[in-house]
């Protein structure tokens, strides 16, 4: 899923337009932490997994062993201790802390998963990088030089038609195992479609 938005738009609100799936994992950064619109992953039977912020209160109900050289330093199961937060959030959460070994950073995740192991949720998080980075990608290479339409719903469709684009030469450079970066390949296909051409016989 994908979201275009005018840049005004909150991140937070895309919970809001998402429909979760039950048994669907949602990975997603703390700006997300929406106690009231993540309380609607548990009542479909989805799980997310999301970094916590400061000043969350939290009480610990209980704590589970660690396996501390595969980095976990803690993992609790919590309730939210603030009155407002419990009334958006009446469930229980797993707060699982870990230690990033290749910066020493720690990172705190809640999520209403209890049955994966502990390495499981902070490997989940570490895989979220690979969709930032994709998207990074996107905005640094994705250059639409022409607008055909400029009403909403044009240059919503010919956005998602170079992301569509990208997409499947990322597809077809694995697939055929391609030694040229995207970057390079990318700029055969940009062929203005519209285009005049003079054709010689």
């Given at each position: 899923m994908i979201s275009i938005s005018d840049g005004k738009q909150a991140d937070v609100s895309i919970l809001d337009e998402l429909v979760p799936e039950p048994g669907a994992f949602y990975v997603m950064d703390r700006g997300y932490l929406a106690l009231?619109?993540?309380?609607?992953f548990v009542l479909v039977g989805a799980f997310f997994v999301t970094r916590t912020k400061a000043g969350v209160l939290l009480n610990r109900l209980a704590s589970r062993p660690v396996d501390r050289p595969s980095g976990i330093r803690s993992d609790h199961i919590v309730r939210l201790r603030s009155q407002t937060s419990a009334k958006h959030y009446?469930?229980?959460?797993?707060?699982?802390?870990?230690?990033d070994a290749e910066n020493g950073k720690v990172l705190v995740f809640l999520t209403n998963n209890f049955d994966l192991p502990a390495e499981t949720i902070a490997?989940?998080?570490?895989?979220r990088w690979r969709v930032e980075l994709f998207f990074k990608w996107i905005k640094q290479n994705l250059r639409i030089k022409h607008f055909f339409g400029t009403s909403d719903t044009a240059v919503r469709t010919q956005v998602w038609i170079a992301i569509c684009v990208y997409v499947l030469v990322a597809i077809i450079r694995k697939?055929?195992?391609?030694?040229?970066?995207?970057?390079?390949?990318l700029p055969v296909l940009s062929v203005n479609p519209l285009s005049k051409c003079l054709c010689l016989n």
């Open positions: 009231e619109r993540l309380y609607r009446p469930d229980r959460l797993r707060r699982v802390a870990f230690r490997r989940l998080y570490k895989l697939e055929l195992r391609l030694k040229l970066s995207l970057s390079q390949i």
